[in-house]
């Protein structure tokens, strides 16, 4: 990490309890159910069906791409202007049909013919993040999705509503790129609490400090927001 960043990090721990903020969040919309998912390769391929898309179109797509092939082979050999119609519910769907297949390649390809993450589990999280991030389109978020989802390890993703509200509750600065959010929220926040965290700033984002229309008469935006609205 830069030394801009990390100093803005130290800032922030001296500035913030992240921990008062997670207990708040809890209370306002109650603490977060564990959901881990059994099948890596499949957070993997959804999450990239996620990118820049809503839950909706996501959850639409997810059904359409595993019900068309049997298994991941035939998903990785499907005609390519195949598979990008069948998940024509998401947008980019070319470019994620790339991505879905180049993913599976790799993973066949580490694994000397199956399809399974489960060699991540006994690398240390930033080299399981280094092996996923190496595959062409898939990035932090997704990457780090993928390994606190399904791993358990102590990564922290940051999507368009994290950023928002990181931003307005002063975690980050405006100026604040995506990869460094991911660096200096990954820094700030506390292992045994990233998961929940992610969950509850990702609901609290969707049900009270939306893009557009926020609603700040809650105790969480009281406390902690500094966008226009409150």
């Given amino acids: 990490?830069?030394?801009?960043?990390?100093?803005?990090?130290?800032?922030?721990?001296?500035?913030?309890d992240i921990r008062q903020l997670h207990r708040d969040?809890?209370?306002?919309?109650?603490?977060?159910?564990?959901?881990?998912?059994?099948?890596?390769?499949?957070?993997?391929?959804?999450?990239i069906l996620s990118q820049?898309?809503?839950?909706?179109?996501?959850?639409?797509?997810?059904?359409?791409l595993f019900a068309a092939y049997p298994d991941y082979r035939a998903m990785e050999t499907a005609d390519h202007d195949e598979l990008a119609e069948v998940i024509s519910e998401v947008g980019l769907m070319n470019q994620k049909a790339?991505?879905?297949?180049?993913?599976?390649?790799?993973i066949r390809e580490e694994t000397?013919?199956?399809?399974?993450?489960?060699?991540?589990?006994?690398?240390?999280?930033?080299?399981?993040?280094?092996?996923?991030?190496?595959?062409?389109?898939?990035?932090?978020k997704t990457a780090n999705v993928v390994l606190n989802f399904h791993f358990e390890k102590p990564t922290f993703a940051?999507?368009?509503?994290?950023?928002?509200?990181?931003?307005?509750?002063?975690?980050?600065?405006?100026?604040?790129?995506a990869d460094q959010a991911h660096e200096v929220l990954n820094q700030l926040i506390?292992?045994?609490?990233?998961?929940?965290?992610?969950?509850?700033?990702?609901?609290?984002?969707?049900?009270?400090c939306s893009a557009q229309n926020p609603r700040c008469d809650n105790p969480v935006c009281e406390r902690y927001c500094e966008c226009a609205s409150c």
């Fill in 25 to 47: 969040l809890i209370e306002l919309h109650g603490r977060p159910n564990k959901t881990y998912s059994e099948d890596g390769v499949r957070q993997l391929l959804t999450t």
């Fill in 52 to 64: 820049n898309v809503t839950d909706v179109q996501t959850s639409r797509a997810s059904k359409e």
């Fill in 158 to 177: 940051v999507d368009t509503h994290i950023e928002r509200l990181a931003t307005r509750f002063g975690l980050i600065e405006e100026s604040t790129t």
């Fill in 112 to 140: 000397g013919g199956e399809y399974t993450l489960a060699f991540l589990d006994a690398m240390d999280t930033e080299a399981a993040q280094t092996w996923l991030t190496d595959i062409k389109g898939v990035g932090s």
């Fill in 98 to 106: 790339t991505r879905i297949q180049r993913s599976l390649a790799a």
């Fill in 190 to 208: 506390p292992d045994d609490i990233k998961y929940s965290l992610h969950v509850l700033l990702i609901t609290h984002g969707k049900n009270y």
């Fill in 1 to 16: 990490m830069c030394d801009r960043y990390a100093i803005t990090a130290v800032a922030l721990i001296q500035g913030m």
